[in-house]
């Protein structure tokens, strides 16, 4: 996968399992959603570290760091452009600083 399709298919999974999240908290004896739910938070957690691997941390506060703090090397400026294009402008001129 191309870094904006796994970043693309990290948001929807990420969007998945908010959704779940909420749906359990007035559901939580779901035992098939429950499934789905875990299901998705695995593929999310596979895809999020194939992503660092091949391009550096995603977080600042949930990444690894090997030998430095290599936050500051991967630049917000691949995702601001990954939210313009996915998102659209207004988007990104909200999450803007």
């Known amino acids: 996968m191309s870094r904006d399709q796994l970043l693309n298919k990290l948001t929807t999974l990420d969007f998945m399992s908010v959704?779940?999240?909420?749906?359990?908290?007035?559901?939580?004896?779901?035992?098939?959603a429950i499934e789905t739910y875990n299901n998705i938070v695995r593929e999310a957690d596979c895809l999020r570290m194939e992503y660092e691997k091949l391009y550096g941390p995603l977080y600042s506060f949930r990444s690894f760091s090997k030998s430095q703090f290599h936050w500051i090397d991967n630049t917000m400026h691949t995702k601001r452009n990954f939210i313009h294009r996915t998102y659209g402008a207004a988007v990104h001129r909200l999450l803007s600083i």
Request: glycine letters at 0%.
């Open 19 to 32: 959704d779940l999240h909420l749906y359990l908290d007035t559901h939580p004896k779901d035992k098939e």
